[in-house]
C-alpha cells in the first residue's frame, strides 16, 4: 500500500501538467454513459495509480489567473488589478470583480464555476469507476473528500447549486439549496474522514489525508452561520482541537518558510498543491502581478505582465502602529517612507526601489518617477493608474532566473487558519481570554506587540495580514459581515452581492436553473 501512495504522489505531478495541455470538461452537460465496458474499469495496480493522479489535476487551476482564487481576491478588500492605459481593461470584466458591479456575463464568474465543475466531473467519473473494483474502498473515500472540496468552494461562491454525484445520471439539475448542499458535504465528509490516511508523510503530500478533511470540515463549520442561518462554533473548534492534538503541525518559527521555493519541509501547511516549473507549471503570480522592468529585477526568462497589486489600505494594516502595534522602523507608506511597524508578515510583499539597473516603469503622464518604485499608493483603478503603483504579491518567493511557471507548493490549508478559526470560535462563544490567547501565538510568530485585548475588528484584521490572499479574505468578510461595505474604489453593494450570479452560459444551457436572487 505504501508504495502505491508513494506512486500516486508521483501521479500528481504528471496529471497537473497534463491538465495545461489538455483542456478538462468543465460543464455539467459533460457526455455521460449509462455503462462503462469491462475495460474502462482498472485492472491494474499502475491504472489505481493513474486514475488518483487525474483526481489531484485539476488543483492545477489555483495559481492561475482568471479563476477561482482570483474571483475571490479580487472582489475582496486585498487586491486590485488597476487598468494602466490600456493595459489590464479587458472590457471591464476585472472592474466588475472588484466593484461588485458583476453580472451573470462576467467571464471570472463563469470561468471560476467551470473550473469547479471540472473537479467535480472528474471525482464522480473516477467514484464511479472505483466502485466496481475490489479493495479499492479507500481510495474511493479519498475522491469522495476531493469532490467535497469542490462542492464546498461551488456552494461558498454561488450559494444553491446543481448537485449531481451520480456518474450515470444525465438528467439536468435544477438548484439545489445552500442548506441541503452543506449538509450532504458534512455528511460526505463524516462518512469518510476516519477511512483516510493518518500519517503526515511523502506517501500523503499533497493528498487528502485525515487532516486536511478535518481542516475542511473545520472550515464548513466555521461558515456553519452564513451556509445555512445557524452557527456551529463548538463544531469548528472541536475539528480544530483535534488537528491541534494530533501533533503533526505546528507554526514555522519563520512565517515565510511556507511559501518558500521549496516549501514541502514545512510543518505547518495541511494540504497544498505541489507544484513543478518543469512537471507541473501553471502557478504564475511572478508573471501576473510584478512589473514588466521586473525582468531585470529578479534575471527572469520572461517580461512579466504588470498586473495585480495590493489595494493601499490593506497594505497599510500592516505597518499601522495603532491597529497593528509592533517595534516600529522604516517602512513604506503612501508614496514614500514613513515610520511603522516593522511587522515579519511584511514579506507577503514586493514594494520600495526595485534597483538602480531598473529602468523608470513610466510612460508620459504617469505619477511613476525615475527608476522602478512600487508604492503601496495607487493613484485610481482606472483608466490611468500609474504603472509602478501597488505594492505586489510577493507572498511565495520568487527564484532569480525564474520562468513563468513557480516551484512553490500552493497552500490551501495551513495550520495558523486552523489556530485562528479556533480563536474565533472562542471569541464568538464567550471566550475573549481563550481567544486572545490563540491570537497572540500568530502575533508573536509575526514579531509584534502582543494584544490586550480582542474584539471581531482586530481579530478580522489579524486574520486578514496573516492570511493574505490564501483565498480567504472574501469569505471572512462575508462571515464578518464587512463584504458590502464601502472601500477604495468601491461604493456599499448590495447584499445579494455575498454570493456570485449563475453564470449566463449555465441558464442558457440548462432551463431548470434558477438566477441567485438580485441579479
Same mark, same amino acid.
Given at each position: 500500500?505504501?508504495?502505491? *501512495?508513494?506512486?500516486?504522489?508521483?501521479?500528481?505531478?504528471?496529471?497537473?501538467?497534463?491538465?495545461?495541455?489538455?483542456?478538462?470538461?468543465?460543464?455539467?452537460?459533460?457526455?455521460?454513459?449509462?455503462?462503462?465496458?469491462?475495460?474502462?474499469?482498472?485492472?491494474?495496480?499502475?491504472?489505481?495509480?493513474?486514475?488518483?493522479? *487525474?483526481?489531484?489535476?485539476?488543483?492545477?487551476?489555483? %495559481?492561475?489567473?482568471?479563476?477561482?482564487?482570483?474571483?475571490?481576491?479580487?472582489?475582496?478588500?486585498?487586491?486590485?488589478?488597476?487598468?494602466?492605459?490600456?493595459?489590464?481593461?479587458?472590457?471591464?470584466?476585472?472592474?466588475?470583480?472588484?466593484?461588485?458591479?458583476?453580472?451573470?456575463?462576467?467571464?471570472?464568474?463563469?470561468?471560476?464555476?467551470?473550473?469547479?465543475?471540472?473537479?467535480?466531473?472528474?471525482?464522480?467519473?473516477?467514484?464511479?469507476?472505483?466502485?466496481?473494483?475490489?479493495?479499492?474502498?479507500?481510495?474511493?473515500?479519498?475522491?469522495? #473528500?476531493?469532490?467535497?472540496?469542490?462542492?464546498?468552494?461551488?456552494?461558498?461562491?454561488?450559494?444553491?447549486?446543481?448537485?449531481?454525484?451520480?456518474?450515470?445520471?444525465?438528467?439536468?439539475?435544477?438548484?439545489?439549496?445552500?442548506?441541503?448542499?452543506?449538509?450532504?458535504?458534512?455528511?460526505?465528509?463524516?462518512?469518510?474522514?476516519?477511512?483516510?490516511?493518518? !500519517?503526515?508523510?511523502?506517501?500523503?503530500?499533497?493528498?487528502?489525508?485525515?487532516?486536511?478533511?478535518?481542516?475542511?470540515?473545520?472550515?464548513?463549520?466555521?461558515?456553519?452561520?452564513?451556509?445555512?442561518?445557524?452557527?456551529?462554533?463548538?463544531?469548528?473548534?472541536?475539528?480544530?482541537?483535534?488537528?491541534?492534538?494530533?501533533?503533526?503541525?505546528?507554526?514555522?518559527?519563520?512565517?515565510?518558510?511556507?511559501?518558500? !521555493?521549496?516549501?514541502?519541509?514545512?510543518?505547518?501547511?495541511?494540504?497544498? !498543491?505541489?507544484?513543478?516549473?518543469?512537471?507541473?507549471?501553471?502557478?504564475?503570480?511572478?508573471?501576473?502581478?510584478?512589473?514588466?522592468?521586473?525582468?531585470?529585477?529578479?534575471?527572469?526568462?520572461?517580461?512579466?505582465?504588470?498586473?495585480?497589486?495590493?489595494?493601499?489600505?490593506?497594505?497599510?494594516?500592516?505597518?499601522?502602529?495603532?491597529?497593528?502595534?509592533?517595534?516600529?522602523?522604516?517602512?513604506?507608506?503612501?508614496?514614500?517612507?514613513?515610520?511603522?511597524?516593522?511587522?515579519?508578515?511584511?514579506?507577503?510583499?514586493?514594494?520600495?526601489? *526595485?534597483?538602480?539597473?531598473?529602468?523608470?516603469?513610466?510612460?508620459?503622464?504617469?505619477?511613476? %518617477?525615475?527608476?522602478?518604485?512600487?508604492?503601496?499608493?495607487?493613484?485610481?483603478?482606472?483608466?490611468?493608474?500609474?504603472?509602478?503603483?501597488? #505594492?505586489?504579491?510577493?507572498?511565495?518567493?520568487?527564484?532569480?532566473?525564474?520562468?513563468?511557471?513557480?516551484?512553490?507548493?500552493?497552500?490551501?490549508?495551513?495550520?495558523?487558519?486552523?489556530?485562528?478559526?479556533?480563536?474565533?470560535?472562542?471569541?464568538?462563544?464567550?471566550?475573549?481570554?481563550?481567544?486572545?490567547?490563540?491570537?497572540?501565538?500568530?502575533?508573536?510568530?509575526?514579531?509584534?506587540? #502582543?494584544?490586550?485585548?480582542?474584539?471581531?475588528?482586530?481579530?478580522?484584521?489579524?486574520?486578514?495580514?496573516?492570511?493574505?490572499?490564501?483565498?480567504?479574505?472574501?469569505?471572512?468578510? !462575508?462571515?464578518?459581515?464587512?463584504?458590502?461595505?464601502?472601500?477604495?474604489?468601491?461604493?456599499?453593494?448590495?447584499?445579494?452581492?455575498?454570493?456570485?450570479?449563475?453564470?449566463?452560459?449555465?441558464?442558457? #444551457?440548462?432551463?431548470?436553473?434558477?438566477?441567485?436572487?438580485?441579479?
Amino acid at each position: 500500500m505504501k508504495n502505491l *501512495q508513494m506512486k500516486i504522489k508521483k501521479l500528481i505531478l504528471v496529471f497537473a501538467c497534463l491538465v495545461f495541455i489538455v483542456p478538462a470538461c468543465t460543464n455539467l452537460d459533460e457526455e455521460l454513459y449509462d455503462t462503462l465496458a469491462a475495460e474502462n474499469f482498472f485492472q491494474s495496480e499502475d491504472e489505481y495509480i493513474a486514475a488518483l493522479g *487525474q483526481a489531484y489535476a485539476n488543483f492545477t487551476m489555483w %495559481g492561475s489567473h482568471s479563476n477561482v482564487w482570483s474571483t475571490n481576491e479580487l472582489s475582496s478588500d486585498e487586491l486590485v488589478v488597476p487598468t494602466r492605459g490600456g493595459d489590464w481593461y479587458d472590457g471591464g470584466v476585472l472592474l466588475q470583480v472588484h466593484q461588485h458591479t458583476y453580472t451573470p456575463d462576467n467571464g471570472f464568474v463563469s470561468n471560476a464555476w467551470n473550473a469547479l465543475y471540472g473537479g467535480i466531473n472528474t471525482t464522480n467519473r473516477l467514484i464511479y469507476q472505483f466502485s466496481a473494483v475490489e479493495g479499492a474502498e479507500a481510495f474511493e473515500a479519498e475522491l469522495r #473528500a476531493i469532490r467535497a472540496f469542490w462542492y464546498y468552494h461551488l456552494m461558498d461562491m454561488y450559494g444553491n447549486v446543481p448537485m449531481s454525484t451520480d456518474f450515470t445520471d444525465t438528467e439536468p439539475k435544477g438548484n439545489t439549496p445552500r442548506a441541503t448542499v452543506y449538509s450532504w458535504i458534512m455528511s460526505e465528509l463524516d462518512a469518510v474522514i476516519n477511512l483516510l490516511p493518518t !500519517v503526515k508523510d511523502g506517501s500523503t503530500y499533497g493528498r487528502m489525508n485525515k487532516w486536511a478533511a478535518l481542516a475542511l470540515r473545520h472550515k464548513m463549520k466555521l461558515n456553519a452561520g452564513v451556509y445555512t442561518g445557524s452557527a456551529d462554533w463548538a463544531g469548528a473548534k472541536a475539528d480544530a482541537d483535534a488537528i491541534i492534538a494530533s501533533g503533526l503541525y505546528s507554526l514555522e518559527g519563520n512565517y515565510a518558510s511556507n511559501f518558500a !521555493v521549496e516549501n514541502s519541509g514545512s510543518n505547518e501547511n495541511i494540504f497544498v !498543491v505541489p507544484y513543478d516549473k518543469v512537471f507541473a507549471g501553471g502557478f504564475n503570480w511572478v508573471a501576473m502581478t510584478l512589473h514588466y522592468a521586473s525582468q531585470n529585477t529578479f534575471n527572469l526568462t520572461f517580461q512579466p505582465w504588470n498586473g495585480y497589486a495590493t489595494v493601499e489600505d490593506f497594505y497599510n494594516s500592516y505597518v499601522d502602529p495603532v491597529s497593528n502595534p509592533g517595534p516600529q522602523g522604516t517602512v513604506y507608506k503612501g508614496k514614500g517612507t514613513a515610520t511603522g511597524t516593522l511587522d515579519s508578515r511584511l514579506s507577503n510583499f514586493v514594494v520600495g526601489p *526595485q534597483g538602480t539597473d531598473d529602468p523608470a516603469g513610466g510612460e508620459a503622464g504617469d505619477d511613476d %518617477g525615475v527608476g522602478l518604485n512600487f508604492t503601496p499608493y495607487i493613484n485610481s483603478i482606472w483608466p490611468d493608474a500609474c504603472r509602478q503603483c501597488g #505594492a505586489r504579491i510577493g507572498k511565495y518567493a520568487y527564484e532569480n532566473g525564474q520562468t513563468p511557471n513557480m516551484s512553490n507548493d500552493w497552500v490551501l490549508f495551513r495550520y495558523a487558519d486552523i489556530l485562528l478559526g479556533k480563536a474565533e470560535a472562542h471569541l464568538r462563544t464567550g471566550d475573549a481570554a481563550g481567544a486572545l490567547g490563540i491570537v497572540n501565538q500568530i502575533r508573536a510568530r509575526a514579531g509584534v506587540d #502582543a494584544y490586550t485585548s480582542l474584539d471581531l475588528d482586530n481579530l478580522l484584521a489579524e486574520r486578514g495580514r496573516e492570511m493574505y490572499v490564501e483565498n480567504d479574505r472574501r469569505q471572512s468578510l !462575508v462571515r464578518f459581515g464587512k463584504f458590502n461595505d464601502a472601500w477604495w474604489e468601491k461604493g456599499v453593494s448590495g447584499s445579494h452581492m455575498t454570493i456570485f450570479p449563475i453564470p449566463k452560459p449555465q441558464l442558457d #444551457a440548462n432551463s431548470k436553473l434558477t438566477q441567485n436572487p438580485g441579479y
